[in-house]
């Protein structure tokens, strides 16, 4: 064989060893993956064959699943209330894949988990179809539903809310509006593809899921975080110790820019905490975290649960930032401006660590997984996730809060429940270009009975009036957190 024809045969044998290296890697290293990917028709085919497992509330599925006349996917998702559960469940759908719990649990759903292996193979025995297990939630359905409620009645606002269990870290509620029926685009149709267009177009995203993904100025809500670093850090020892606060008061390290108060009546110079907590003095919450110090004051926020990027529910939540920064917008910063920036969920996390006497616990939403035959392959237990103040400093929050919904001149008596301890905070949070966009109306509270804490709830409303003038935490969230709050101590009863 001459030297050219030696060459191109070694070139065509490299090509064939190459070819069979290459086949071999894919039937054998890549066969897993490929199998399983998301992309692999087969997956969708085979996610579809046969009834998906539910998604529970209160004992009862707001998931499930209806057969169709398509020649590939047998069935397909439905859902109970569905705009109502949506920020909770996700979707799953034929044409646009999945999210949330029917995402995060999919394996259980579709019956395809290891931990069903036993049930599978008693069902393939005895001929049984194929099936899914559930995911049991904590979600507590009245809650959930005066939440809902409570935001979509405010005539095409946008906001969300969010509802604890302090005790646990239970999430009873996750409601955001305007939300979507993951109903309408779980097929794969022309109907679907026009839906989900639609939805993703829509310049209110109703797919967003304000409760954990959108992050706010927290506004006034933020100050009682600012109060438990100044309590913690030995600069006050009560609720009705005199702030020491001037006012009018000037930015530090500023050219006298004045911090205005609501009330410009000089109630808040040298206010008690008590007091400034119940007129929301923006002075006196300033003045606290300048003396506080930057690093002292993300601490605290941190303790709280902010600039944490791995918080999961288990749907993974936004994070939450307060950051580092210099003294003037530090102060800004302590009274829930500057660039502070919260999710709902962090609030009520905010609200629970007060009402549980200092004990912040882990939010979670899943409960059980549960096979067909109602065996629970997994249980959460409930975790403490950190210890931001004394039982002491919560006790003197306590007092602070009921203030502002017990006393008459409180700024969120909308939220009292006769027979309860209730303790709220009000915040109107300013934002946009020279603070020009209408404020975000915020409330956070809870609920204390004599058994306990059962509830704490942050809600925010985005647009609830066109006039900033008419923007109040109190009216606008107020009475839905009081809903809300009362939906969860009737269900207890």
Known sequence: MNKPMRRVAIFCGLLILALLVRVNWVQFVQADELATHEDNRRVLIERYAQPRGNIIVDGEPITGSVETDDENFRYKRTWEDGEMWAPVTGYSSQAYGSTQLE????????????????????????GEERRGGNVVTTLNADAQRAAYEGLTALDGARGAAAALDPRTGEILAL?????????????????????????NEDENQPMLNR???????????????????????????????PTDTPDPYYLPETNNVELPNVFDDGR????????????????????????????AMIEMAEAFGFNNPELDTPVRATESVYPEDNRPQNAMAGIGQASNRATPLQMAMVA???????????????????????????????????????PETAQILQEA???????????????????????????????????EAIPYAWFISYAITDEGSPVAVAVVVENGSDNSDDISGGQLAGPIAR????????SEN
């Not at 995060?104 to 290891?114: A, R, V």
């Not at 409601?175 to 939805?199: C, R």
């Not at 008459?408 to 109107?428: E, L, M, P």
């Open 103 to 126: 995402e995060l649990h999919n394996s259980i759903l579709t019956g395809d988990d290891d931990r069903l292996f036993f049930n599978n193979t008693v069902d393939m025995l005895t």
């Open 175 to 199: 409601a955001s509006a305007p939300s979507y029926d993951p109903s309408t685009f779980a097929g794969y149709g022309a109907e679907d593809q026009e839906a989900w267009v639609a939805l």
């Open 211 to 241: 409760a954990l993904r959108e992050t706010y100025p927290p506004g006034s809500t933020f100050k009682p975080v600012t109060a438990a670093a100044a309590l913690e850090a030995g600069l006050l020892d009560s609720a009705d110790e």
């Open 268 to 295: 808040c110079e040298d206010a008690s905490l008590r007091d400034a907590m119940k007129y929301s003095c923006n002075s006196v919450f300033a003045e606290l975290s300048d003396r506080v110090g930057n690093e």
């Open 352 to 390: 629970a660590a007060i009402a549980n006497d200092g004990v912040l616990m882990e939010p979670y939403m899943v409960d059980q997984l549960v096979a067909p035959n109602l065996d629970v392959i997994e249980r959460h237990e409930p975790r403490e996730l950190s210890t931001p103040i004394s």
């Open 401 to 435: 809060m009921e203030a502002v919904v017990q006393d008459d001149d409180g700024t969120g008596t909308q939220a009292r429940i006769d027979g309860v301890r209730v303790g709220g905070k009000t915040g109107t949070a300013e934002h946009g270009v020279g603070n």
């Open 483 to 490: 809903d809300i709050m009362e939906a969860v101590l009737e």
